[in-house]
């Protein structure tokens, strides 16, 4: 089984400042992680993805997550916030090679970026 | 480019009754999920369906749920006796062979239980 930590409910930020959102999982196999955005009023879109080869990833819109094994971590990052990037946003994963593939989703983290 | 959707987009129903959630998913996908998330928490797995038939399920998913593939498109969770403690936001996502491939989500159900 695996679960999922997003440690800050809510992040706000200025404009053009940068960001972290913190995602720790735990799981007792090799795991494909996630970071998924919820606009209001819309479905999960999916932001970015690890599934294996480098632990770094990126977005098209800027943002990067690195995988990081030893430390169960999988943090979202961008250098530079628009007011446009106001969402939720959960962290998930899923384990490699298990039936379904089902997701587990963290909490989500309000990230609120102000003028 | 394609999407999962879903209808209706609201839903109010009284306790005990029965309602149907319908899902589109992506035409050329093969996996289908519905996930809940309900007010104020993490959204959080229910079911998966694979070649006609439910390939996992969550300790959720008890004897009141069921999912359905009608026909070639429509995708279903039906809940047989709704509990004040259903209200959620219930996504469906679909997704295309493999374990790898990303899974699509639609913009959900909100269903009020009263």
């Known amino acids: 089984a695996q679960s999922v930590t997003q440690l800050d409910s809510q992040v706000p930020v200025f404009e053009e400042a940068p960001v972290e959102l913190r995602c720790n999982y735990s799981?007792?196999?090799?795991?494909?992680l996630f970071w998924y955005v919820q606009y209001p009023n819309q479905g999960l879109q999916l932001l970015l993805k690890?599934?294996?080869?480098?632990?770094l990833v990126e977005s098209i819109n800027g943002f990067e997550a690195e995988f990081n094994k030893s430390q169960t971590s999988f943090h979202l990052r961008k250098p530079s916030v628009h007011i446009s990037d106001t969402a939720e946003y959960f962290c998930a994963v899923s384990g490699v090679g298990t039936s379904g593939s089902r997701l587990t989703f963290g909490e989500g983290t309000q990230l609120t970026v102000n003028p | 480019e394609p999407e999962v959707t879903q209808t209706p987009s609201h839903q109010v129903t009284q306790m005990g009754q029965e309602v149907i959630l319908r899902c589109v998913p992506i035409?050329?996908?093969?996996?289908f999920y519905w996930y809940r998330q309900i007010l104020g928490q993490k959204v959080e797995f229910l079911v998966s369906f694979y070649n006609n038939e439910i390939s996992e399920k969550s300790e959720i998913f008890d004897d009141q749920f069921s999912v359905e593939r009608p026909d070639g498109s429509n995708f279903t969770l039906k809940i047989r006796s709704t509990k004040l403690e259903d209200s959620a936001m219930y996504f469906c996502a679909s997704k295309t062979w493999g374990t790898q491939e990303t899974q699509y989500f639609g913009p959900g159900t909100r269903l009020l239980v009263l």
């Open positions: 799981s007792s196999v090799s795991v494909y």
């Open positions: 690890y599934l294996s080869g480098s632990t």
């Open positions: 035409s050329n996908h093969l996996y």
